[in-house]
């Protein structure tokens, strides 16, 4: 069976790529999250647009389910291919194709990852501003598929607000043109952005046209420890009140228990329960003083306890480190990972809840917290013990998530606030979509692809 399909996806498309090494199966059948054992029919590297429409054609023929694929650094399973899928992968669609610098865009095709984006858009002296820990990896059209938040949200939005335009292969191999880049374009419903955050149910994203935007401005990168949990929204407010935030991060002192482990540089002598990286505009004394006013304020309040100010840029990027190196650094434990967002408003009650909630129901496992406070998000990672087995552990958390989900309904948060609902995540999408709405998302997908081909299984069942 597998044979003679694949043979026939040969005589389709000719010069394409096809790998089907069982190593190649694992490695292209998987994400960040471990949970699933891949299992693809193959994986398909297409080398153009073209090549990506006649699978896509093909895979319509056959009704071959067909699993998009970018840099499969997502953490809720939304790439993981476990019941013989097709994995598309978009890793040979690489490369920058255009700069306009009067619209100030640059389209790339959508296996750029995000760093190579980075670096393109500095050659031209404009700044694209969506980063994340994982930008070396991470390709482009995945962050557009989950529609990607990271670090610098507080200040420049979710990758949604720099997407000009995109090109899309659909369900039966048609190539869609959406917005062209337009700045204005009122002429009915926007399937770009229908397309951001769709997960790869709706459509493969090939091409992207980005907005850009200036340089960021010369900042500084400060380093708190916090007293207590309570502090932490006060410490926000008076650092957003004085100064121009370009990132707010929060983790606690298990998360640097584990970045520390994996070799980043200690920052403070003693042991402090909470802390906060946060990065602002300076460049000018009124900036400095109001860096320094914030930081006093705080002191003073005994909200910090204490705290260190980037002099370099290698001192800035070791700050950063303690907070980016977390993920990696939990890795090796198999997290039970949660994403969760409320409104900033909501954030103080919100915490005070979930922190009750979660030290009564996981008393038995290491609960490791960190996030983008300024966004109302927060990644709690639940440690999997090493003589636990992956569906005992899984089974308990889910448990508890369940109560999480019920918080966060109460409070009108996400379930999801920048990784997806993919595999991972799609029981509980109920807390965070109403039964009308999720009813019409399911019919959005019906309308656009109604023999369920793309990436069956994630946002929800069929
Ligand atoms: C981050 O903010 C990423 O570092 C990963 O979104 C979060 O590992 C996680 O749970
Ligand atoms: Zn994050």
Redesign the pocket.
């Given at each position: 069976m597998t044979d003679s399909l694949l043979d026939s996806l040969h005589s389709a498309v000719p010069e394409l790529r096809l790998k089907t090494d069982a190593g190649d199966l694992e490695h292209y059948g998987r994400d960040w999250t471990r949970r699933w054992t891949p299992n693809p029919l193959a994986i398909a590297l297409p080398g153009s647009v073209e090549e990506v429409q006649a699978v896509m054609r093909w895979a319509s023929e056959h009704a071959v389910k067909v699993v998009p694929s970018g840099g499969r650094t997502g953490?809720s399973g939304g790439a993981v291919a476990a019941n013989g899928e097709l994995v598309l992968s978009l890793e040979r669609l690489n490369k920058p194709l255009s700069f306009d610098r009067v619209d100030r865009t640059l389209t790339v095709q959508a296996g750029m990852p995000l760093e190579a984006v980075h670096n393109a858009a500095r050659e031209e002296g404009l700044e694209y501003p969506v980063d994340?820990?994982?930008r070396g990896s991470c390709s482009i059209g995945g962050n557009i598929a989950t529609n990607a938040?990271?670090?610098r949200v507080i200040r420049y939005g979710n990758t949604r607000e720099w997407i000009a335009g995109l090109k899309v292969v659909t369900a039966d191999g048609e190539l869609l043109d959406l917005n062209r880049a337009l700045v204005k374009n009122s002429s009915g419903y926007d399937i770009r952005q229908l397309m951001i955050g769709s997960e790869g149910t709706l459509g493969i994203v090939v091409e992207a046209t980005l907005r850009l935007t200036d340089p960021p401005p010369p900042t500084n990168v400060m380093l708190l420890a916090l007293t207590s949990f309570e502090a932490l929204m006060e410490v926000f407010a008076a650092f957003r009140e004085r100064l121009q935030l370009e990132a707010f991060?929060f983790f606690t002192d298990i998360a640097l228990k584990h970045v520390l482990a994996h070799g980043a540089v200690k920052p403070f002598d003693e042991v402090h329960p909470y802390y906060v990286v946060t990065e602002f505009a300076t460049g000018d004394e009124a900036k400095e003083a109001a860096a320094m006013a914030a930081f006093e304020a705080c002191m003073e309040a005994g909200w910090v306890a204490d705290g260190v100010i980037s002099q370099s840029d290698a001192q800035a990027q070791q700050l950063w480190r303690l907070?980016?190196g977390?993920?990696e650094s939990?890795a090796p434990h198999v997290?039970y990972?949660?994403?969760v967002s409320v409104r900033i408003s909501r954030m103080p009650a919100f915490l005070e809840e979930t922190q009750k909630l979660l030290g009564e129901a996981y008393p038995q496992f290491e609960v490791v917290w960190?996030?983008?406070i300024g966004d109302g998000n927060l990644?709690i990672?639940v440690l999997k013990p090493a003589d636990m087995a992956q569906a005992d552990f899984v089974r308990d958390c889910e448990q508890v998530t369940k109560l999480l989900a019920q918080a966060l309904k109460a409070h009108e948060g996400s379930i999801s606030a920048?990784?997806g609902i993919g595999l991972v995540k799609k029981n509980y999408l109920d807390s965070t979509r109403g039964p009308a709405e999720i009813a019409l998302m399911r019919g959005i997908r019906q309308a656009m692809d109604p023999a369920g081909l793309l990436n069956p299984g994630k946002l929800f069942d069929a």
């Open positions: 953490l994340f820990a994982a938040g990271g670090i991060e907070r980016e977390i993920t939990l997290p990972k949660n994403d960190f996030g983008h990644h990672n920048e990784h």
